[in-house]
């Protein structure tokens, strides 16, 4: 309790009874450095990593570490003190997959992802049990300045599917994060036209969702298909206007138009 509520000066008496296992877990399974690490207490974390017999690394009953649980929170000065520490794996994952700089990915917390991606023993490309990656959650989420951070290194593929075969794009487009869409069409090796495994390119969920703004971005590109169906043989002209999305119809329209017109006038 005295960790979970960061007291501090009741956790330093109780830590200096040899007596005390400083990592026993409650009836959730959480030790008091995992409490005080997913609540932000600094100095209470500080504390209990100050006794040689804890385990900094040790994880609750779904496999989430003090680390991990700093990370999805944002507790960047926790974070920080986790990594110092020896004994602490960077990239030890959850039950699910997710390693740390997921968990801070996931929720745009671009302070930890730095904190993270300056580590050299840190994986920028680890991919969770679902085989997305800490850029595909990025994008999905349509946090920028991760997305940014991460497409800046040389060592994540920015093209990496999901096992729905979704890339980061399709996800952003799907979310309707223009800025995001943009950085990734912005590269040169970004495939704009990479559909999932049910054959749906972005455009076509960008099309569905009736995002307006992605789908000129997608269109403004002369290597975008815009008349790609999906396995089922729908187009993104027919999802949208099946989706009532009256903008997007007529975004899709003018461009058979124009490049009716444009190979017509060619021949």
Same mark, same amino acid.
């Given at each position: ?58 994880? *609750? ?51 930890? =992802?730095?904190?993270?991606? @300056? ?12 085989? /997305? ?13 991760? =997305? ?31 800025? =995001? =869409? ?6 040169? *090796?970004?495939?704009?036209? /990479? ?24 269109? @403004?590109?002369?290597?975008? *298909? ?34 009716? +017109?444009? +190979? @017509?006038? *060619?021949?």
């Amino acid at each position: 309790m005295a960790a979970s509520r960061g007291h501090g000066s009741v956790v330093k008496q109780i830590l200096e009874r040899e007596d005390i296992n400083p990592g026993q877990r409650n009836n959730r399974g959480l030790t008091p450095l995992l409490v005080a690490a997913l609540r932000g207490h600094e100095l209470v974390v500080k504390q209990i990593l100050g006794r040689k017999d804890v385990d900094p690394d040790k994880s *609750d009953k779904l496999g989430i570490t003090p680390l991990a649980w700093a990370a999805f929170k944002g507790h960047e000065s926790v974070v920080k003190h986790l990594l110092d520490r020896q004994g602490v794996d960077p990239n030890k994952a959850d039950h699910e997959g997710h390693a740390p700089l997921a968990c801070a990915a996931v929720n745009g917390h671009e302070l930890v =992802v730095k904190q993270l991606l @300056d580590r050299k023993d840190v994986d920028p490309d680890k991919s969770d049990n679902g085989d /997305k990656a800490p850029l595909l959650w990025a994008a999905a989420k349509g946090h920028e300045s991760v =997305v940014k951070q991460l497409l800046d290194r040389q060592d994540v593929d920015p093209n990496k599917l999901d096992n729905e075969g979704k890339t980061p794009l399709l996800w952003a487009a799907i979310g309707g994060h223009e800025s =995001v =869409v943009k950085q990734l069409l912005d590269r040169q *090796d970004v495939d704009p036209n /990479k559909p999932d495994n049910g054959g749906r390119t972005p455009l076509l969920w960008a099309a569905v969702g009736g995002h307006g703004s992605v789908v000129k971005q997608l269109l @403004d590109r002369q290597d975008v *298909d815009p008349d790609k169906p999906d396995n089922e043989g729908n187009t993104p002209l027919s999802w949208a206007a099946t989706e009532g999305h009256g903008l997007v119809v007529k975004q899709l329209l003018l461009e058979f138009s124009r490049r009716f +017109y444009t +190979y @017509d006038m *060619d021949d």
